[in-house]
T-cell receptor
């Protein structure tokens, strides 16, 4: 199946710092999505991107759909302890019924 | 409360003993999907359903079956479980195909001995 390479695998940061993570693929994606998973729960959608170059914000979160359509990044500004969790990128190719997920970035925030 | 429910939440079983994990949503969603989550691999899609009686394979369908006889239910069936199917399973639903906001269930942790 398709592989999405997500990095970094994990991050340990201080509260208040900014965070950046990204996802790359060898295939062109039509949609890029970013999810957050809290411990013991299912993922929750944070941001959806639909067009190459698109930059979208959701509060302190900003994500971009890469111009090559093969990558995306997520930035979190001024991190807080409740940002702790696993962040996943996901994408769709031509078939909008199928979703491919990255391996996740585990974020730890020290108060 | 709008939600996706899964049962059981935890299951330990033995190789070859057929099992079913149920998934139900109360949001009248057309699209439902099953994923497995394994360390270092993220979530991988097993099967999805676009509507009643319409199902198709995801990325890792081998060893699994699904059915969609009613809109609200989408059970995952393991006819002959094997240890490599030990995983955390998530069911998800969305309003319809093309609507990307999937609502995920709480997960089912399955161990096959």
């Amino acid at each position: 199946g398709q592989q999405l390479n997500q990095s970094p695998q994990s991050m340990f940061i201080q509260e208040g710092e900014d965070v950046s993570m990204n996802c790359t693929s060898s295939s062109i994606f039509n949609t890029w999505l970013w999810y957050k998973q809290d411990p013991g729960e299912g993922p929750v959608l944070l941001i959806a991107l639909y067009k190459a170059g698109e930059l979208t914000s959701n509060g302190r979160l900003t994500a971009q759909f890469g111009t090559t359509r093969k990558d995306s990044f997520l930035n979190i500004s001024a991190s807080i302890p409740s940002d702790v969790g696993i962040y996943f990128c996901a994408g769709q190719l031509g078939n909008f019924n199928k979703f491919y997920f990255g391996s996740g970035t585990k974020l730890n925030v020290k108060p | 409360e709008a939600q996706v429910t899964q049962n059981p939440r935890y299951l330990i079983t033995v190789t070859g003993k057929k099992l079913t994990v149920t998934c139900s949503q109360n949001m009248n969603h057309e699209y439902m999907s099953w994923y497995r989550q394994d360390p270092g691999l993220g979530l991988r899609q097993i099967y999805y359903s676009m509507n009643v009686e319409v199902t198709d394979k995801g990325d890792v369908p081998e060893g699994y079956k699904v059915s969609r006889k009613e809109k609200r239910n989408f059970p995952l069936i393991l006819e002959s479980p094997s240890p490599n199917q030990t995983s955390l399973y998530f069911c998800a639903s969305s309003l319809r195909t093309g609507i990307n906001e999937q609502f995920f269930g709480p997960g089912t942790r399955l161990t096959v001995l």
